[in-house]
């Protein structure tokens, strides 16, 4: 059976209404609202189920809530709200654009306690309600230009008695063309006429939600360029809170947005952002709160990579949004000028766990991407082994030392490289839990050429190189110099050693390796190399044609798994 969804956002300011009905229900319930649908821009909207409450998981999570929230929730638009006294210079032509671009537009009069919700003011106008904006335009009245704005009561009666109201003195300096091309009527339905600045002393909120291109008729002659990301806060990982918390800002999902095409006659380039944590209505029935959420944007410096801690160390945001807030949605207007710019989306507090979806609208073509940077192993050669005459004196101390304890065969087992591994650790009096015999067993794995389980004098002293460039980007990380590193700091240690990874894959690692302090032991940063570096090499081995994709039988996938 056909569903259909009728949403009035015109009841409360601070509610709205949804009403589930089959199509006879409909037919019989609720036509008269239907017949209202003059316009995008009336104050009812009829639309055939499903709508995008994609973000929501059913119709049931959107009941309640605020108009914007459902304008944006039955549309899939993007919603801002100005607070008239503080709204920009240039708002009248702001409201204009919107309107071409067929945005949904509603304002309303704030109460400051319950007795004052719905009632009426001398100039016919009513507190606590919201209504929708329909249009505006500018006429010319005794010589001068007066610009209008046309308000509609969702009740369909009471109206503004003011200045250019339906009966007021100021029409009849109009001409029945003029009066035709405003479509004005005295009828008491509920839609009036108003000058521009009695609209600003009267009304104190504007929201408008602007509608994505396929939210709109083919034919509409202004359309916003709109860009999606969706993403995640994960705690360990990318969770890294507000600029208050440097250390870990950082670490926060980045995203570039190139500005090339300056607005009509400006100067600068027009775009709205907007973040929204997700599921979050869904979740409150499981005690989920509502995230404090903000962005901030820098400029580029111009590198497709993901900023480090050092740029927002010493580079100022260029904007941000106005407020970190616990709603589900933030979204702001900018003017910036042409160039490169870097969003970052954020929780107020670290380590706080959300998926997100971030939006960009914009009035000209802008390009967006995520810096989450390409999955790029640069390891070095593997160097070819030296000729006992070719070794230097500390080689040949180590060729000794190596026999030692391997004995004639010059092979050494995953149980007497560990009592090496421990023993060298321990001399050095670095702080690092003892490497347990897993970790020799991977890091035989690793070297081992001809697949006994042993390690040759030539493949250790390979990996002791290895190590002690390890162990040396592991002390560089570890500022503290407690024995473990920050798992924040593991994108850059990775780096450090050749291993560019993307968000995903670091999520991954943080979740296998590191403790629930989100601290990495030694040990574990060990096994996280040598199973990266592992499988790299083999990787690189088996792409042939093309260097981003391999392919394997079962079989050989299976061996593959099962050395890694």
Known sequence: MLEYFIFSFGS??????????????????????????????????????????????????????????????????????????????????????????????????????????????????????????????????????????????????????????????????????????????????????????????????????????????????????????????????????????????????????????????????????????????????????????????????NKDEHLTKDFFRYNASKARSKTYINLREVSDRFELPPGDYIIVPTTYEPQQEADFCLRVFSEKTVVTKELDGNVNIDLPEVPEPTQPHQETEEEKQFRDLFKQISGSDMQISAEELEYILNAVLEKNKIKFKKINLLSCKNIISLMDSRGNGKLEFNEFKIFWDKLKKWISIYLHFDSDQSGTMNSHELRLALKAAGLQLNNYLLQLIVLRYSDDQQQIEFDDFLNCLIRLENTSRVFQALCVENRDFITLHINEFIILTMNI
């Open 12 to 301: 409360t300011m601070n509610g709205w209404m949804l009403l589930s009905m089959t199509a006879c229900q409909l037919s019989k319930t609720v036509w008269f609202f239907c017949t209202q649908l003059t316009s995008m821009n009336s104050g009812v909207h009829c639309w055939k189920k499903p709508m995008p409450s994609r973000l929501n998981g059913s119709y049931e999570a959107l009941k309640g809530g605020s108009s914007i929230e459902a304008m944006e929730d039955f549309t899939g638009g993007v919603g801002e709200t100005f607070e008239v006294k503080k709204a920009p210079k240039n708002f009248y032509e702001l409201l204009q654009r919107a309107l071409k671009r067929g945005s949904l537009v509603g304002c309303s009069i704030d109460i400051s306690n319950a007795a004052e919700s719905e009632a009426r003011t001398p100039t016919g106008l009513v507190k606590g309600h919201a209504y929708s904006v329909t249009g505006i335009d500018e006429v010319n009245y005794q010589g001068q230009t007066v610009r209008l704005i046309r308000v509609r009561n969702p009740w369909g009666q009471v109206e503004w008695n003011g200045a250019w109201s339906d009966n007021s003195s100021e029409w009849d300096s109009l001409s029945p063309s003029e009066k035709q091309q405003l479509h004005h009527t005295a009828l008491d339905d509920g839609e009036f006429w108003m000058k521009f600045e009695d609209f600003l002393s009267n009304f104190e909120k504007v929201e408008i939600c602007n509608l994505t291109p396929d939210a709109l008729e083919d034919s509409a002659a202004h359309k916003w360029e709109v860009s999606i990301h969706q993403g995640s806060w994960v705690r360990g990982a990318t969770a890294g809170g507000c600029r208050n918390f440097i250390e870990t800002f950082w670490t926060n999902p980045q995203f570039k947005l190139q500005l090339s095409e300056k607005d009509e006659g400006q100067d600068e380039c027009t775009f709205v952002a907007a973040l929204m944590q997700k599921n979050r209505r869904k979740l409150r029935k499981l005690g989920a709160a509502l995230l404090t959420i903000g962005y901030a944007i820098y400029e580029s410096p």
